[in-house]
C-alpha cells in the first residue's frame, strides 16, 4: 500500500483550549473500562485496551494493518459482539465528550465579552451592518423569510428513544460541570448517574428486533421535535432579538421565520407501508404531541400567573373568555375552581387546558384551529403588556406563544412524495387501462389539462387508482382541521416532464382536492439524475408556459418550489458531476423564473454523507449561486445527521443560528460579482465532463462491478437492516435501482468513501495539467463553489482507511485484482491533487479539530471494521443463514456508522 493508505497517522495532542476536551475523555473512558469489567470481565477489558493499543501503533507507528486484522481472526461469535460493542461504547462516550466541548467553547465566547462566535446572529448582524446593511433592510428580509430544516424517514443510524435519554443524561452531567464548579460530593453524584447510564445502555439492545413501522419513525422524530426543538425554538428568538439589539441598538418584534417539516408518514415513493392512511396517522401522532406539550406549558403557567384581583389590574376580556369557554362544555364538565376564584389569568389557563383536551379527543368544545389558541395566548400577552407584567410572567407566556405560532396544531408539516410512475398508473387506471405513458407527451398534456379543468375521467372508481386518490382526500379533510400549514410540498419523484407536474393537479381534481376551485397543495419537481438536472430549465418552462399550471401558480402566490436531489445524482455521475448539474440547473431556474415573473424556492434534497450533498450547511449556502437563496432555505436533514445536530439542546440551537445566520449573509449582501468566474465555469464544466466519464466507465458501465460492488462492501447485510421502513430499491434491477442511501452507506462502511471522490482525481488531474496549478488553486481559494467541493473530498479522504478497504476487497476473490488496483490509484490521485491544489503535505492541515475528531475515533472504528471483514466471510460461507452471525455484523454495521459519521 501506498504511505496514504492511512492518512491521518500522528500522535493524539490536545492544544490547551481542548484540555477540558481530553478531561472528559479519559473520564468517560475510565468509566466505559469499569463498566466492562464489571459486565463482562476483567479479561474482556485487557482485550479490548490490547486490541486499542495495537490500534493506535497501527495509527502512529504505521504498522500494517495485518497486525490487527491477525488478532481479530477467527474471535469467537459472542467475543466478537461484545468487541463491537465495547468499542461503540468508547467512541460514543467521545462523541458525547466533543459535543459538551462544543457547549463548552460557544459558553467561553460568551462569557469573554469579546467578538462574537463566528456563525452566530449576533456575528453575522454586525458582519452585515458593517457591510452596510440598515435596520429597515433586515426587517424588510425577516418579513419574508422562511427557514426550514425536514426531517426525512432515512435513517443510516437508529437510536432507541431510551438510548437517546441516556445519553442525555451523561451530557446533562458533563454540563452540570462544564467549568469544573462542582464539590466533591455532587461531582460524585454525577459519575454515580453517568455509570448508571452507561451501564443500563450496555444492557439494552441497540435497535429493536424488528423492521420498524412508520408510526415507530413518527415516534423516533417526534423525539427531536419535542424534546430538542420545542424547547430550543423561544431561546433561538430571544437571542436573535438580542443579536438586533446589541448590533443596532434597537428592541425589534421578530416575525415567525422558522418552521419545521417531516417526510416521516408522508414519503410513499417505493414505500408500500405508507399512504393515505400514514398520512392521517403521522398528523394525529404529531397533533397529539403538539396538544401534549402545551399542556405541560399551560401548566407551567398557572404556576407563574398567580396574579389575583386587588393586587394588580386585568384586561376585563380575560375573565370573559374564560367564561365563554366554560360555556362551551356541559354545565359542570369544566368548573371554575373555587380556589382560582380571584386569579383570572388562571382562570383563562384552566379553560384553555379544558379546550387542548377536548382537542385531543375531537370532542366538542375543542379548538377548531391552532389560531384560535394562539389567540387565546395573545389575550393574556396584551393584558399583562398593559398591566405591568413584563417581569410577572409575561417572559414565559411568550414562550409558548413563539412555540403555538411555529408548531400549531401540527407540530410539523408533512410532505407528499411519490414516483411520477405512481402517477401515471394511477391515471392509467382512471382512463380506462390504456397506456397512459406510452402516449404522446402532447396527447398527454391535453387530456390532464381537461381534467383539470374539470372534464370527467373514464373510470373514477378504479380500484387501482384508489389509493393515490385517498392521499387527496385525506389532505382536504386534514387541512380542514389542522390548517394550511399543516402540509408541505407534493413532491414527484423522478420528474422528466411538464406533464409529471400537471398530473398532480389532475388527480387532485379528480379527488376533489381543491379549496375556492384551486388545488391546496405545492407541486415541487424533483430533479434527482445530471441528466434530469440538465432538463430541468426545459421541464420548468414548459410548465410556466402551461396556462393551466400558471392559474395554479397563481393561486399559490407565484412562487414555486423545485426540490433538488443530491444523492442520485452524484450515484449516477459522481460527485463533481452531480454538484456542477445541481449550481448550473440553480443559476438557470433562476434566471428562468425571473423571466416568468415567478419566485423560485429551492428544496436542498441533502443527505449526511458528503456523497449525498452532506457538509456544513452554512457553507453550502454561501456557496449557492448569487440570488438562489433570496430569504428562503428548505433543506432535507437525514440519518445520523438529525441525531448530530438536534440530539442536543445547546447543538440544536447553534445549528439554527448558524443555518439562519447564512440565510441572512447569502440574501442580504451575497457575495460579490467575481470576474474569473466565467473562466471558471467553463473549467468546471470541463472537469464535470471528465470526472463522470471516469466514474461512470468505472460503476454503470463495468459489466462486472455489480458482483464486485456486493462483495467488496456489507450491502447484503445493509439490506437486511431493521432501520427503516422503507425498501431499499425503488424497484428491481442492478445498481441503477438501488437507492443512494444504501449505496452510500455501503461505500462509507468499507472505510472507502469511493461514492465521494471517484472520479474527482482525474478530473483534478486534468485541470492542473489542461489550465494549470495556479488556476485550480484559484478557484479552490476563491470560489466558494469549488472550494466547499475540495474541502468536503478532503474530508471524507480522511475519514478513508484504502488498507482497510483493501482487506474488504480481498472478500471479491479474483476480481480484487481486477478493481482495487485502479480504485486505489485513484484515490491516491485524488489525494495528491488536493494536497497540490491547497499547497499542503497533509489532508486536513488547517483543520485541527477535525483531525483531532477522526483520531479520537480511529483506534476504536478500525478494530470494528476489520472485524467485520472476518464476520462477512464467515456469514457468506454459510450462505448468509447463521441469524446470530447477522447478529454481530449489524452490531458492526451500527458501530462503523456511529463512529464515522457522515456515512448516510
Known sequence: MTPSASPLREKLEFTGTDAPLRDDVRRLGAMVGEMLAEQVSEQFLAQVEQLRRIAIARREQGEPVDTLAARLAGVPLADAEALVRAFAAYFGATNLAERVHRIRRRRDYQRQGGAPQPGGLHAVLHELRVAGVRLAELQALLARMHVEPVFTAHPTEAIRRALLLKERTVVERLVADIDRTRTPPERGADDARIRQALTTAWQTTEAPPHKPSVADEVEHIGFYLSSVLYRV?????????????????????????????????????????VGAASVGDALAAQRALALSCYQADLRALGDSLTQSRGRIGFDAEIETRAAAHRALFAEGAVRSRPRLADMPYRQLLWAMRARLHATAGDSPGGYPDAAAFIDDLELIDASLARHQGDHAGRFALQRVLWRAKTFGLHMAALDLRQDSAAHDEALAALEGDIDWAGLPLAARIERLHAVIGG???????????????DVFRSVRALRQSLGEHAFGPYIISMSRTAADALAVLALARVAGCTEGDAVPLDVAPLFETVDDLDAAPAVMRALFADPAYRAHLAARGDRQTVMLGYSDSAKDGGLLASRWALQRAQVELLELARDAGVAIVFFHGRGGSVSRGGGKTERAIIAAPRGSVDGRMRVTEQGEVIHRKYGIRALALRNLEQMTGAVLRASLRPRPPEPREAAWRTIAAELATVSRTHYRALVHAHPDFPAYFRAATPIDVIERLHIGSRPSRRRDGGIANLRAIPWVFAWSQNRSGLT??????????????????????????????????????????????????????????????????????????????????????????????????????????????????????????GDRADEDLLRALVATVNGISAGIQNTG
Open 233 to 273: 425554538l423561544p431561546v433561538f428568538y430571544e437571542s436573535f432579538a438580542d443579536a438586533v439589539e446589541a448590533v443596532y441598538g434597537e428592541r425589534i418584534a421578530l416575525p415567525p421565520l422558522l418552521r419545521f417539516g417531516s417526510w416521516v408518514g408522508g414519503d410513499m415513493d417505493g414505500n408500500p407501508n
Open 455 to 469: 372534464a370527467p375521467v373514464v373510470a373514477p372508481a378504479a380500484p387501482a387508482a384508489q389509493a393515490t386518490l
Open 756 to 877: 465521494g471522490w471517484h472520479g474527482l482525481g482525474t478530473a483534478l488531474r486534468h485541470g492542473i495539467d489542461v489550465h494549470g496549478l495556479d488556476a485550480m488553486a484559484d478557484m479552490a481559494r476563491d470560489w466558494p463553489f469549488f472550494a466547499a467541493l475540495v474541502d468536503d473530498v478532503e474530508m471524507l479522504m480522511a475519514k478513508s482507511d484504502l488498507a482497510i478497504f483493501e482487506c474488504y476487497s480481498r472478500l471479491a476473490g479474483t476480481q480484487h485484482e481486477a478493481f482495487f488496483p485502479a480504485i486505489a490509484a485513484e484515490f491516491e490521485r485524488t489525494r495528491e491533487a488536493i494536497l497540490a491544489i491547497k499547497d499542503r503535505d497533509e489532508l486536513l492541515a488547517d483543520d485541527y479539530r477535525l483531525r483531532l475528531s477522526i483520531r479520537l475515533r480511529n483506534p476504536y472504528v478500525d478494530p470494528i471494521s476489520l472485524l467485520q471483514v472476518d464476520l462477512l466471510q464467515r456469514w457468506r460461507a
